[in-house]
C-alpha cells in the first residue's frame, strides 16, 4: 500500500501528522497496528517466540554483563570493516559445528539475512542467475523471504501452501537456475514444511533448496538442531540453512549455515551483511552462552513439547478451533479480524497475553489468535488459557 505524502499541520506550536484516510480505512477494517507496551510480570505472556525461556536466562544474561564489560556496547562498524570480534568469529564456528555445516556467517537480523541472501545468490556468479534465474516460494513464506525474492533478478515463483505438485508443475514449467524457499516451522501456522519431499524434489530439478528455520532450532530435533536435524538432512540435502537468534536462543540476530563457497559468496556480496554495522559483540557472547544451553539442556524441549500434547489435547477436548500444528505455534483459526482483537483483548482482562495476528500478516478471512508456548510455561498456566479460551468461545456460539 502506497500512502501519499503526509501533510504537516502546525497545531499548538506542535507539529502532528493528519490522519491519512488510508489509516482510517485500516481502523475501518479492523486492521490498524497498535503497539502493546508489555508488562508480563502480571499477565502471562503467550505470545513470545522465546520457546526455551532463554530471554532471561542467568546465565545468558551474566554472559552478556561480562562481555559488555569487555567489548563495550556497540561492534562500531560493519563486519568488514573492523566490526568483526573474536566473540561473533567463535559464535560463527560453533553454529556451523551444530548445524553440522562448513561455515556460519551472522546476520544482525533474519530479516536481512534473507533479504540479503536470496538477492546476492539470485545475482552471484555462484547461481549467475540474472533474468534467467526462478525463485520458487511457499505462499505462506515469512515476509523477508519473498522480499529478499522481489528485490532480486531472479523471476518468484509463489506454490500453494506446502502444495509439492504444484510446486513440481512450476519447477518443470521453466528453465534456467532455481532456487527453492521454505520456512521450515510456519511462523503464523506453526505446521512443517515437508523438507524431505522439498530435498528430493530439488534434487531431481537441480534446484538449490533454502530453509528458514526461525522457529525449528531449539525446538525440533534431538540437540535442538532444529528440522535439518530431526530429518538428518545434510548440506548436500538442505545448502542453504538460515537461522534467527532472537527466537529459541533468546537473543538477537541470526545466521546462514552452508557451504565455504555459499558463505564466501554472501561475504562478496550480500549487500545486508556488508553495509549494516555488526551486531554487538555482546549479543554474540551472550549467543554462545545460550547455544550451550541450547543443546545441553534438553529437559527444556522436552517440557515444552508435553506443554504442547497437554495444549493440544485440551483444546480438542474444548472444541476450539486449532489449526494443524504440533509445534509451540498454536493458532487459534476466528477467521474475522474484529473478533480475533476482540478475543485478544478479553485474555488480555484475564491475564493472558495472546496477540491476534490479521491480514496482511495472513490471508484473508484467517485472522487468528496466535499463541505460542514456552518451556517457562506450567501446566497449569496452560489449564487457565484453555478455561478462558472455553468460556470466550462459549460466549461467542
Ligand atoms: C522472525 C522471523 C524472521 C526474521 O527474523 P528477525 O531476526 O526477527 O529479523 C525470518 N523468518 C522467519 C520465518 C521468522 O519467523
Known amino acids: 500500500m502506497r500512502y501519499n505524502a503526509p501533510k504537516l499541520l502546525n497545531f499548538h506550536k506542535l507539529t502532528v501528522f493528519m490522519y491519512l484516510p488510508e489509516l482510517e480505512t485500516l481502523k475501518a477494517q479492523g486492521l490498524y497496528r497498535s503497539r502493546q507496551i508489555i508488562d508480563d510480570k502480571t499477565v502471562v505472556n503467550f505470545c513470545s517466540n522465546d520457546y526455551l525461556g532463554l530471554a532471561k536466562n542467568e546465565t545468558v544474561i ?78 505462506l513464506n515469512h515476509a523477508s523471504l519473498l522480499d529478499g525474492a522481489l528485490s532480486s533478478d531472479a523471476t518468484l515463483k509463489r506454490y500453494p501452501h506446502v502444495d509439492l505438485k504444484q510446486l513440481e508443475k512450476l519447477l518443470t514449467s521453466v528453465s534456467g537456475k532455481k532456487l527453492i524457499v521454505t520456512d521450515g516451522i510456519f511462523s503464523m501456522d ?58 529459541a536462543f533468546g537473543t538477537f540476530g541470526a545466521f546462514i549455515a552452508g557451504s565455504e563457497t555459499l558463505i564466501e559468496t554472501l561475504i ?16 554474540a557472547q551472550a549467543t554462545r552462552a545460550s547455544l550451550k544451553i541450547v543443546i545441553a539442556q534438553t529437559w527444556r524441549r522436552e517440557k515444552l513439547h508435553s506443554l504442547i500434547t497437554q495444549f493440544k489435547t485440551g483444546a480438542m477436548q474444548l472444541n476450539l478451533p486449532l489449526m494443524p500444528s504440533d509445534s509451540p505455534i498454536q493458532p487459534l483459526l476466528i477467521g474475522d479480524s474484529f473478533r480475533a482483537t476482540q478475543m485478544s483483548l478479553q485474555l488480555l482482562e484475564l491475564g493472558f497475553l495472546v496477540s491476534a495476528i490479521r491480514p496482511p500478516t495472513v490471508q484473508k478471512n484467517k485472522a ?30
Request: hydrophobic fraction near 45%; proline fraction near 3%.
Open 62 to 139: 551474566a554472559a552478556f554483563k561480562n562481555a559488555a564489560d569487555i567489548y563495550g556496547v556497540g561492534s562500531t562498524s560493519a563486519h568488514l570493516i573492523c566490526g568483526h570480534s573474536n566473540a561473533h568469529h567463535a559464535l560463527e564456528e560453533e553454529l556451523a559445528e551444530f548445524t553440522g555445516r562448513e561455515r556460519a556467517l551472522l546476520f544482525s537480523t533474519g530479516y536481512m539475512a534473507n533479504l540479503g541472501s536470496i538477492a546476492a545468490l539470485a545475482k552471484s556468479t555462484f547461481l549467475s542467475f540474472k533474468k534467467e534465474g526462478f525463485v520458487f516460494e511457499d505462499k
Open 190 to 247: 506453526g505446521d512443517v514444511a515437508p523438507l524431505r519431499e522439498l530435498a528430493e524434489l530439488a534434487k531431481q530439478h537441480a534446484a538449490l533448496l533454502m530453509v528458514d528455520d526461525a522457529h525449528g532450532f531449539g525446538v525440533l530435533g534431538k540437540t535442538g538442531g532444529g528440522l535439518v536435524e530431526q530429518l538428518n538432512l545434510t548440506q548436500i540435502d538442505v545448502p542453504i540453512l538460515m537461522g534467527t537468534l532472537g527466537k
Open 368 to 397: 487468528r489468535l496466535r499463541i505460542t508456548l514456552s518451556a517457562l510455561h506450567e501446566p497449569d498456566d496452560i489449564s487457565r488459557l484453555l478455561e478462558s479460551l472455553h468460556c470466550l468461545n462459549k460466549l461467542e456460539n
Open 268 to 283: 562478496q556480496s550480500a549487500r545486508t551483511y556488508i553495509y549494516t554495522t555488526a551486531l554487538p559483540p555482546a549479543i
